[in-house]
């Protein structure tokens, strides 16, 4: 139980006397909260029991104490603590009047008992309340996990309900009923169909609070299933909101009947696992485990070159209507390949989607056939999108160069880095032989880039800007002449010694040293990302 104001007015140490309210001491206390303000209510959330000296109130006005504890009880202050010897050697009666018509208990503190006394005895109870919730929480964990490996998903939920002290259900992928805990919970659980069937629709994990239409009870509803889709759904039934303890219990056993929903799917996916199985090893550098696992499966797509391809794709709502594009991708992709009698493979890696085929294959060509009808489609779009359309379905692509099993980390790498330049560019597909064409410039346009470029040379706009040099100019002309004082002061139509005095004017600002030859590369590019574009 958290504490009470009667367990403090109980404790022993505390010493404190009930003045008003002594009908309302059972309501439990959030906080004990310490103010002088002639009006705390902005700084309350409810729950706590107000500690003051009444060092800025006019204690002895009733007018001024009925609105200032009414104000109180209005921002839900559960407790009035009064520290008398301070400011007042007693309560003067005009708060006890009040405190008295308004229901709210004040409670006199001595003058040996801190304040701090008060917060620690409150603080500690509430900790002592949360060790016990979350012992109680182990304790459910470990009786649910007995009960899932020995009972089964009936096991679990027997436990739950006993743990809740109410009813729990489990609903197929269907929402019909699978199973309930208690016996007699079956025809409650029934009346739930439309509300489970209702949560199918939304993307897992989801969960909503219902009530049957008698209103017996509170009734959670949580779907279960690692997918999008939910595999199945739990509804826990119990006369009142969960505490701590049964929180933990609810969680454990969605965890537990998430496993035993998943693990009934036997086999399911088996080629997909092992082919993500092989990708790990092959970035993990070993490919002769590699090929001995993936066997005749890819065998022959781990002896001869190959290309990596990593798609990205920031929304995956559309897959429950088949408009995932990395859904796209890897049909298209898996259909080129069977068709032209080609091994590949193919792993989803979360948002994520990994491709290894054959250079110069059927699947490399379909991928850039793929990611150029969507830039197609995009490009015909984009007059009319909309604001809320946004870009945050569209799908990025990278390719590696072709590489063998000893470089498929180095590949993974250069898939990436050509996805990151294709978001960049606002382009679907990029190969990594395009990296190496044209300047390095053009990615200085990078939001990230011109962030950091304006963040490290702001204090030199600043102080431009205040007509006392030009720093930046004089910086830009020293870099450009490779630090030669009297070529950059030329440029600059100034003495060498002016531009001496503006250098280290600037290495002060900075706090760097210009002798410094990674400083004085990120002052260039930094420059050089602020004035592009």
């Not at 989803?348 to 085929?357: F, I, K, N, W």
């Not at 830009?476 to 630090?483: E, K």
């Amino acid at each position: 139980m958290p504490p009470t104001l009667a367990s403090l007015v109980h404790h022993s140490a505390l010493k404190l006397t009930v003045r008003a309210g002594e009908d309302r001491l059972d309501v439990p206390v959030r906080w004990a909260h310490v103010s002088e303000l002639a009006d705390p209510v902005p700084y309350m959330e409810g729950g706590e029991l107000l500690l003051i000296t009444a060092l800025k109130l006019d204690a002895e006005d009733p007018e001024a104490m009925r609105r200032y504890v009414k104000r109180l009880v209005g921002a839900g202050v559960v407790g009035l603590g009064f520290a008398v010897g301070v400011n007042y050697e007693e309560i003067p009666k005009a708060l006890v009047d009040a405190a008295e018509g308004e229901g709210l208990p004040l409670l006199e503190v001595p003058r040996r008992t801190p304040f701090l006394a008060i917060s620690k005895a409150v603080s500690a109870a509430i900790a002592a309340d949360q060790y016990r919730a979350v012992t109680a929480g182990f304790a459910a964990q470990r009786e649910l996990t007995k009960q899932a490996l020995t009972g089964g998903p009936e096991g679990v939920l027997s436990a739950l309900a006993s743990q809740v002290d109410g009813w729990a259900a489990l609903y197929d992928a269907s929402g019909a009923v699978v199973a309930t805990a208690p016996e007699w919970a079956g025809r409650r659980a029934g009346r739930l169909t439309a509300d489970v069937e209702r949560l199918r629709e939304r993307p897992a994990p989801a969960s909503s609070v219902v009530g049957p239409p008698d209103n017996e009870d509170r009734v959670e509803l949580h779907s279960l299933g690692t997918g999008r889709r939910p595999r199945a759904a739990l509804a826990v039934g119990t006369a009142a909101a969960l505490g701590t303890a049964e929180r933990y219990a609810v969680h454990s056993a969605i965890a537990l009947l998430t496993l035993t929903t998943e693990r009934s799917r036997s086999l399911h996916a088996a080629e997909q696992r092992i082919g993500a199985a092989v990708l790990r090893m092959l970035l993990a550098g070993e490919p002769d485990h590699a090929r001995a696992v993936a066997g005749h499966l890819y065998g022959g797509l781990l002896d001869a070159p190959f290309r990596m391809i990593v798609a990205e794709s920031a929304a995956r709502a559309a897959a429950e209507a088949g408009g995932d594009p990395l859904a796209g991708l890897a049909e298209t992709v898996e259909s080129a390949a069977a068709r032209a009698g080609e091994a590949v493979l193919v792993v989803p890696e979360g948002e994520r989607l990994v491709v290894l085929a054959a250079d110069g294959g059927a699947a490399v060509a379909a991928c850039g056939e793929y990611a150029a009808a969507v830039e197609a489609a995009r490009g015909a779009a984009e007059a009319g999108r909309d604001a809320a359309g946004g870009d945050e379905d569209e799908l990025v692509v990278g390719l590696s160069a072709p590489v063998g099993p000893i470089a498929a980390a180095a590949a993974y790498k250069q898939a990436e880095q050509a996805l990151s330049v294709a978001r960049r560019r606002g382009r679907v597909f990029v190969g990594h032989e395009q990296l190496a064409a044209g300047s390095v410039l053009p990615l200085l346009a990078d939001d990230a880039v011109k962030a950091f470029a304006d963040g490290l040379l702001r204090p030199l706009y600043e102080h431009d800007a205040t007509g006392r040099g030009d720093l930046v100019a004089s910086l830009r002309a020293w870099l450009s002449r490779h630090g030669q004082w009297d070529a950059a002061a030329a440029d600059l139509g100034v003495h060498r010694h002016t531009l001496r005095y503006r250098m280290r004017r600037v290495e002060e600002i900075l706090g760097r040293s210009l002798d410094d030859p990674d400083v004085r590369m990120e002052l260039w590019l930094a420059l050089k990302a602020t004035s592009a574009e």
